[in-house]
Antibody
Framework: QVQLQESGPGLVKPSETLSLTCSVSGVSIRSYYWNWIRQSPGRGLEWIGYFYFRGSSSYNPSLKSRVTISADTSRNQFSLKLTSVTAADTAVYYC???????????????WGQGSLVTVSS | DIRMTQSPSSLSASVGDRVTITCRPS??????LSWFQQRPGSAPKLLIY???SLQTGVPSRFSGSASGTNFTLTINTLQPEDFAIYYCQQSYSPPFTFGPGTKVDV
């Protein structure tokens, strides 16, 4: 059974770096695309980017200059780093699996429970 | 970016009703359209992918379809647990984008 679990600080100061880790069980992160998606009242659901073991990471252009998504395959974890955060980055952050293995199919099927990150001094 | 619009933004319904939610992308997305349900305090849950394919474990009262440039989520015989927010999302082209949501309440 596939499970994802986010971990990391719930409070980050403005201008600092937000760091979250997603621990995956039930499937290897060497397969599929591993994503971060965030949700806030002002921005709704926003795709941040993904890590793909067999290719390169891909990021939302609106965040690309500040985002890095990487992975530790030995621990079956992947991580998000978002630099120079402001209050606008306050959101619930979800780690999510994207399945694009089926012809004509491409969807976000497994989600973590979400991690609320507040940016405040 | 592909912009996703949904209508209505909210609707009131009763148990047993049939509910229809519409999603319209700003450009062609083939059939790369998913629907999610989100209950308070929970992560979004995949209901429908590829416009009309029912995700494993999702009740058959949920269905998806497309007509022209519009995509539709239909909930037949609304159940108490179906009162939630519903989102459409396109996977045709990154950045992957979501609609603003449709709240279904009593």
């Amino acid at each position: 059974q596939v499970q994802l679990q986010e971990s990391g600080p719930g409070l980050v100061k403005p201008s600092e770096t937000l760091s979250l880790t997603c621990s995956v069980s039930g499937v290897s992160i060497r397969s599929y695309y591993w994503n971060w998606i965030r949700q806030s009242p002002g921005r709704g659901l926003e795709w941040i980017g993904y890590f793909y073991f067999r290719g390169s990471s891909s990021y939302n252009p609106s965040l690309k200059s500040r985002v890095t998504i990487s992975a530790d395959t030995s621990r079956n974890q992947f991580s998000l780093k978002l630099t120079s955060v402001t209050a606008a980055d306050t959101a619930v952050y979800y780690c999510v699996r994207r399945d694009a293995t089926m012809v004509g199919g491409d969807f976000f099927d497994y989600w973590g429970q979400g991690s609320l990150v507040t940016v405040s001094s | 970016d592909i912009r996703m619009t949904q209508s209505p933004s909210s609707l009131s319904a009763s148990v047993g009703d049939r509910v229809t939610i519409t999603c319209r992308p700003s450009q062609r997305i083939s059939d790369y359209l998913s629907w999610f349900q989100q209950r308070p305090g929970s992560a979004p849950k995949l209901l429908i992918y590829s416009t009309s394919s029912l995700q494993t474990g999702v009740p058959s009262r949920f269905s998806g379809s497309a007509s022209g440039t519009n995509f539709t989520l239909t909930i037949n015989t609304l159940q108490p647990e179906d009162f939630a927010i519903y989102y459409c999302q396109q996977s045709y082209s990154p950045p992957f984008t979501f609609g603003p949501g449709t709240k279904v309440d009593v």
